[in-house]
C-alpha cells in the first residue's frame, strides 16, 4: 500500500488549506484512515480519523475548523483546514489501517506564519 500526500504550504494566520492523501488501493478496503501530525520536539497525534462506516473523530484543537472526507472514486482522503493558527504548524501524515498493519503516508509540511 502507499500513501501520496499532497497540500501542505505556508499560510498565515486564519488563512485555508486542504491536504489529499491519496491510496494506492480502494480506501474502503481500509478498517480506517487519518490524519497525524507532528511539531517540532513533539509527539506525532491524530489529527482527525474516518472510519470505514463514516465514523469521524477530531481531537479537540481541531474540532470546527478541521474537516475530514474521502472520495472512494479517487481513492482520496482529504483534510480542509480553516481558520488555521500557527500552532497548527507540523508535518501531516496520512495514515491507514487494515487489521494489525498500518501504513502511513510520506508527510507534507504546514507552517502558519505571519
Known amino acids: 500500500v502507499q500513501l501520496q500526500a499532497s497540500g501542505g504550504g505556508t499560510v498565515q494566520p486564519g488563512e485555508s488549506l486542504m491536504l489529499s492523501c491519496t491510496a494506492s488501493?480502494?480506501?474502503?478496503?481500509?478498517?480506517?484512515m487519518g490524519w497525524y501530525r507532528q511539531a517540532p520536539g513533539e509527539q506525532r497525534e491524530l489529527v482527525a480519523r474516518?472510519?470505514?462506516?463514516?465514523?469521524?473523530s477530531y481531537v479537540d484543537s481541531v474540532r470546527g475548523r478541521f474537516t475530514i472526507s474521502r472520495d472512494g472514486g479517487k481513492n482520496t482522503l482529504y483534510l480542509q483546514m480553516n481558520s488555521l493558527t500557527p500552532e497548527d504548524t507540523a508535518v501531516y501524515y496520512c495514515?491507514?489501517?487494515?487489521?494489525?498493519?498500518?501504513?502511513w503516508g510520506q508527510g507534507t509540511q504546514v507552517t502558519v506564519s505571519s
Open positions: 495514515h491507514a489501517n487494515r487489521l494489525s498493519r498500518e501504513w
Open positions: 488501493e480502494n480506501i474502503f478496503d481500509f478498517n480506517a
Open positions: 474516518i472510519n470505514v462506516g463514516g465514523r469521524i
